[in-house]
């Protein structure tokens, strides 16, 4: 079966620009997530999707970054305007969503904050 | 709230040793757990789970056993490769407190 795919593998961007990161979850996959992984750190969920309604964004810093899923497919995560801080990897990953089905991850994309 | 903790890293080996990354959680309820593995450039893979007390998970010869009077989830191989050169994540899963993914411990084989 295909993966998770994510776009762009990377992207490097000025402090206070705008980026954006695309997701395609595993077809049949109801449950989509995001995550921020910092060097050295584990991933942090940012914002978790089901079907196209938010599940739960309690880590998602509202001020600078939204996230969609429409049609409860594919999903986009947005930063606006981006800080330095922000320099980590964005993960996606879907599952069947129950807490015995493992999450699939995509490759990731790779932001650098100039 | 639920938590996670792993064995830091980084962890180096030689080809064939025994391999164990220790993980102990706090968490509500019994979680399944994971294990994760990352290699470089790449995004998380499972490497095994458990969803019970007592179940054993087991992956490309490595394993770990679901101790629910511990509260533990070790991680072990009993001759590693230089191919296991990862990065290793413990991941207790529940539906009230999702999952949490450990620190990562950074393990790398020599030849």
């Known amino acids: 079966e295909a993966g998770v795919a994510q776009s762009p593998r990377y992207k490097i961007i000025e402090k206070r620009q705008s980026v954006a990161f695309w997701c395609n979850p595993i077809?049949?996959?109801?449950?989509l997530y995001w995550y921020q992984q910092i060097l050295g750190q584990g991933p942090k969920l940012l914002i978790q999707?089901?079907?196209?309604?938010?599940?739960?964004d309690s880590q998602l810093p509202k001020d600078r970054f939204s996230a969609e899923r429409l049609k409860g497919v594919d999903s986009t995560l947005k930063i606006q305007p981006a800080k330095l801080e922000d320099s980590a990897v964005y993960l996606c990953?879907?599952?069947?969503?129950?807490?015995?089905?493992?999450?699939?991850f995509g490759d990731g994309t790779r932001l650098s904050i100039l | 709230g639920d938590s996670v903790t792993q064995m830091e890293g980084p962890v180096t080996l030689s080809e064939e040793a025994f391999l164990t990354i220790n993980c102990t959680y706090t968490?509500?309820?019994?979680?399944?757990l994971f294990w994760y593995v990352q290699y470089p450039g790449e995004g998380l893979q499972l490497l095994l789970k458990?969803?019970?007390?007592?179940d054993k998970g087991s992956n490309k010869g490595f394993e770990a056993t679901y101790r629910k009077e511990t509260t533990s989830f070790h991680l072990e191989k009993g001759s590693v490769q230089v191919s296991d050169s990862a990065v290793y994540f413990c991941?207790?899963?529940?539906?009230?407190?999702?999952?949490?993914f450990g620190s990562g411990t950074r393990l790398s084989i020599r030849p």
């Open positions: 990953a879907s599952s069947f969503g129950t807490e015995t089905k493992p999450q699939h």
């Open positions: 077809s049949g996959h109801a449950t």
């Open positions: 968490a509500t309820g019994y979680p399944s």
């Open positions: 458990a969803t019970k007390a007592d």
């Open positions: 999707f089901q079907n196209n309604g938010v599940v739960d």
């Open positions: 991941a207790p899963y529940s539906s009230a407190s999702k999952i949490i």
